[in-house]
């Protein structure tokens, strides 16, 4: 007698549901685990976020130029480290200068990639020291700020040690010295005036004009350039202008109160500007800010150290920014540990880099982004 | 709150914190010092009591100007009465006028003592995007990192170690999962552990360590598989040294059953 034919077919798809029944049943017993509750007291686990309503530019690239996780290291870019970068200047050969602060050094990345140590002898993320000499020799104690002088000369905060030194041919030396009950006291961003005279921005926000002499005086006035170039504590301006939650930047601006601002340095009439409080890239000229990387809500900042479009990108701590030839800008990420390198749309460079009169570049502004939302 | 031979010790939190002792016996509460800055993770040992503290010199902080932003001070109190800094570190204390981000998780105090041995602290620091370990000589001295890792992560020194947690090598960036890393050995830091759920502690009952996550966990010397104890309904863990206590298991600290190999 013969038995009842079994189709190969019918054989083939109960195999797989079996076969399926099985993985599912191993997979829900014995792999999967619910999700655990957000950390409590700070047990491993990530920094609480939320999804994002304002966001950056989609015609904007940021990337990650140097740096990964704190330490010292120099060598290419890739494997390069710094640890508290907090401000940058561009050398005459093209070189990015940072003071890569709790290193205790000024680091230079060339233009061939490559991340050497220009200043700085102390111990790597330890409590600094003081001395002057050779620059390979010179201990340092946080530097937050560097600058090239006209004669090519590069100027340093040396903030823990309240001083302003050069560096010269290989030499660094003392420029001014400040300290407890002296006019100087924890120089912080550098920026050197049209005439090649001094500024830097103390901790506690006071401005300082220092003479070729070291003679430091508070000046009765600052120039709005070397303000803007300091960067300004507080809460100095109200609304910005921003791109819509899509990136697209066409939808309704939407405003928000401007932190801290970072040091920057612009060409022509817009600026490039960390938001320290807020930990975004704005542009800024005088007919509003616009917001070209970061994500936040109305109420929380998104950190973190994406790279990406402007409107996937994150900040750390964004802290000082650099417009560089080529539509280039850079921002010194200093919780991040990095430098990173934003590539800034053609209209804004165009905008930027040539002496346009400040309506054309705001009817530009207005034209792409909507009214102006300033004043809020 | 930190335990002395005959008091109780206790941190009042905030920009005006103080520092209390309360008799065993009982007794009204003796304010041993007032005015600091943000104290936090009280540790006692022996009759020393060390805590943190986070200050703005000048009171206007630029966070990314260490030496004059926010500044970690690591104190020590002698059972004479003098208290001295042992460590400073450049710290992080959201500004009053920043917005509140998504850096500031309330139940983290921006440092905290998390451990002791004969001759160090081991304090965690809580910035922004990671979590700081720093080792810092109990006779004072410059401190020294140990790690640091992204995410808010969670340390515990055990039989002579430091062992932390930090985001895991094996799965993907955005999974949850966590590792943990010991540092100690002549060839460096090294993980122990991997595939562990985030959000949880680690603890050491002396005896054994134990990340108390969405499981209770048993982690090993060497890398190898921790070992699953029990469920928890809270990941919540803590250690007088001797006992592994499970909180939010009911209304008392339950000491964990069979934690003890």
Redesign the interface.
Known sequence: MMGRQVSPRAVAVVTIVLLGIIQFAYWRLLVY??????????????????PPTVVGRTDVTVETLAGS??GFQDGATWQARFC?P?ALALAPDGALLVSD??NHRIRRIGPDGQVTTLVGAS?P????GSSLGPAESTQL??P?GVAVAPDNSILISD??NHRILRLQSGQVTLVAEGGAGKPLR?P?PIAVGPVGEIWVRQ???SVRQVSSNGLVVAPSSVPPSVRAALGE???PIGAVMTASPDGNGVAEPTSFRI??R?PAVGSGEIRIVPD????VLLAENTGGSLLLAGRRTE???????DDGTGARASF??P??ALVAPGGLAYV?D???HRIRRVRLPQWLVDGGAAPVTGSRVNRNMRRRFGRNDRGG | MALGSDAVFIIQHGAKGALLRIPATGGAAEVLAEGLSHPAGLKAVGSDLYWTETVVPGGTSLPFVPSSGAMIRVMARAQNGAARVLAEWPGYLPSAAASPSASTNQDVPPAEILATDETSLYVRLSRPMATEFIRVPRAGGAAKRIAAELGRQHGVHHKGRFYWTAPSLEATPNSGMVRVISEGRSDGPETVAEWLVQGGRLASNGDGLFYAGDYLFRIPNRLAFPRRLQRLTEPRAASDGKRLLLLGEGPEPKVASGARS
């Open positions: 685990r619910e999700p655990g509750p957000p950390p409590r007291g700070g047990g491993g686990g990530p920094i609480p976020t939320a996780e704190p508290g907090n602060s709790r111990e993320d330890g409590p600094g104690c946080y937050s903030t823990g924890s912080g901790a506690d926000g504590a507080g809460e932190g801290t970072g320290v409080t807020h930990h109420k929380v900042s998104i950190l973190g150290m750390a701590g802290c000082a010194a200093y919780e991040g």
